[in-house]
């Protein structure tokens, strides 16, 4: 990993080991720096503040051995990503003024992909995750990942069914609550319908009334508009003298009838008087017979009137035309069935809710008793490494238990709460020493405790369920002597899992790594190139007696030293 321009880091090389890499250093020489740059390789969030005065940007590049076939293989090569030799090339920019740019594999990926690939490459320990363990959704999570397939088989399908009964309760949770206005919308729309039922229109009915209306209500001014025309075409039979259309036509047409054979011309205009004079007759004979059917019949009128009257009335409240109300009176009809249906509706959520919260009784049923299971064979191999790391009487459980809610779900004969996650509470418990009542690690837990507390779980998983690489930031504080020596005897066997980088003050921890890395400042409170060192030889004697003693010449500081590194060997 290549360090560049970040916090008192001018421009550094960190090698780790695959193995047990501690790294080590003077308080404030930069140590937290090789954390920070980790940090940021995996999608941590980018402060500017970080960046080194003077320098327009923090730069931070890795190399990342991946196992192939592996999920972060593949996610990488989504993202575009390349690999070098099956290795894949990280890196991070932050700006001084804020921004950053993530690249992988020689592709500008977004930093949530630099995230995703985190959760599967790197296990991060340090204060702050320690007291995320004192968490009992963190506690139960552990639980559920050793405990493996027993947990995530039965969690995987309560998971499903949890989620279809939260929709369920959402929908049913409506309908009940607007049974009010839908009953109120249902009893509108059956008026409606019912009183276009009564009228039964028929599509197009109001045009075509409207045109019988105007034409009875004129009934006399058409008939003798018709009589008059009649007349002026066929003749009055009571005045022989007049003159009409149809005779004058006719005598125009036997004039040229008479010298047609004489020119074509005059031919072709006798043909189209006497085509003229057949329109006529035809014209007379409908204006005679529109005469003898026009009906003045007033009770007529009437009716049309009155059935107009009605169509008016749905038009007014339905819509604009009968047709536009035959079509309120089909999408009324649709929804007032689905209205209807909302009391069947009901009823098949309500069964369906009642199946799935008693399909969830039994799988929550089945996390408690695969979850108890695994929290005795958990805490009993978490105390068994706590004895290796000088808590020899001290004893960790698990309390796997519920809480009564009447609006729960049964479990164990019991009414409990549940969530999406089944219904157990899960707390880890520490017992110090012999007598001592088991207590939340919240509350019955030193520091020094807690740390090897989270050491020994990490060495319990690393047979389960490992991941490449783990980086433990000074988990190690409140804790020397012996119980320093045996954490560095467990780093060392993690280590031979997984790689293991420890950010550690105690020499007993560095000797057990298996590459020491010292961080140093120049005199001008930079670290540069040569301020990470690979320690080895006399050198690391010289930094471990500086650990033990604080000064790098003590004889017995170097006895010291050289004891401890070969009680390292002889362990390894």
């Known amino acids: 990993m290549r360090i560049r321009s970040l916090g008192v880091i001018d421009d550094a090389v960190v090698e780790l080991s695959p193995g047990f890499t501690a790294v080590t250093g003077e308080t404030g020489a930069g140590k937290t720096m090789v954390v920070t740059s980790l940090g940021l390789l995996l999608g941590g969030r980018a402060d500017p503040a970080l960046v080194r005065i003077g320098a327009k940007a923090a730069v931070v590049e890795g190399r990342i051995a991946l196992r192939p076939g592996t999920s972060a293989v593949l996610r990488a090569e989504e993202a575009g990503a390349e690999l070098d030799d099956g290795a894949l090339l990280v890196s991070r920019t932050v700006s001084a003024e804020g921004r950053s740019r993530a690249f992988l594999g020689g592709r500008s990926v977004p930093v949530g992909v630099l995230a995703e690939l985190a959760d599967e490459l790197v296990a991060v320990h340090g204060q702050t995750d320690q007291q995320g363990l004192l968490r009992p959704a963190r506690q139960r999570e552990a639980l559920d990942r050793y405990a493996g397939d027993a947990v995530a088989g039965p969690l995987a399908k309560y998971a499903g069914a949890y989620k279809r009964l939260r929709a369920v309760a959402v929908e049913l949770e409506e309908l009940i609550t607007r049974a009010r206005e839908r009953a109120q919308e249902a009893d509108l ?33 058409l008939a003798s508009a018709a009589a008059v025309a009649h007349a002026a075409l066929a003749g009055n039979p009571e005045d022989p003298e007049s003159v009409d259309a149809t005779t004058l036509v006719a005598g125009a047409h036997r004039a040229l009838e ?18 003229v004079a057949i329109l006529l007759g035809d014209v007379a004979g409908e204006l005679a017979g529109y005469a003898d059917d026009l009906d003045a019949d007033p009770l007529r009128l009437a009716a049309v009137e009155e059935r107009r009257a009605a169509l008016t009335a749905l038009t007014r409240k339905y819509g604009e035309d009968i047709t536009a109300v035959l079509a309120w009176a089909q999408e009324g009809a649709a929804r007032l069935t689905e209205l209807d249906g909302d009391d069947d ?3 098949e959520l309500t069964a369906e809710r009642d199946g799935l919260r008693a399909e969830l009784s039994v799988l929550a049923q089945e996390l408690t008793d695969a979850r108890t299971e695994a929290a ?54 520490l017992a110090p020493h012999p007598g001592a009542p088991p207590r939340p690690i919240a509350k019955g837990a030193s520091g020094g405790e807690l740390s090897r507390v989270m050491l020994a779980v990490e060495v319990v998983f690393a047979g389960t369920d490992p991941v490449p690489t783990y980086l433990f930031d000074e988990v190690d504080a409140g804790v020397g002597g012996k119980a320093a020596v045996e954490i560095g005897r467990r780093l060392a066997k993690l280590a031979k899992s997984a790689q293991v980088v420890v950010v550690t003050h105690l020499p007993q921890v560095a000797a057990f790594a298996d590459r020491q890395l010292l961080v140093e400042k120049t005199n001008d409170g930079t670290v540069t190139r040569s301020g990470v060192t690979v320690l080895e030889g006399e050198d690391r004697v010289r930094e471990l ?25 002889a362990d390894g």
């Open 189 to 221: 729309l059956r008026f409606g319908l019912n009183e276009i039922a009564a009228v039964e229109p028929l599509p197009g009915e109001d045009a075509e009334l409207a045109a019988e209306a105007e034409r009875l209500g004129h009934a006399e001014a």
């Open 258 to 275: 008479a010298v047609r054979s004489h020119d074509p011309a005059l031919a072709a205009l006798a043909e189209r008087i006497g085509e």
């Open 345 to 347: 509706r009901i009823g």
């Open 376 to 429: 005795a064979r958990f805490a009993e191999a978490v105390t068994a490494e706590l004895a290796s790391l000088a808590m020899p009487h001290a004893r960790v459980s698990f309390a796997v238990g519920q809480s009564e809610d009447p609006e729960g779900v049964e479990v164990g004969g019991r009414t409990v709460a549940y969530g999406p996650t089944g219904a157990d509470e899960v707390e880890l418990l």
């Open 545 to 569: 007696s500086r650990m033990l003693a604080g000064q790098e010449d003590s004889q017995t500081a170097r006895a010291h030293a050289e004891e401890l590194l070969a009680t390292a060997r």
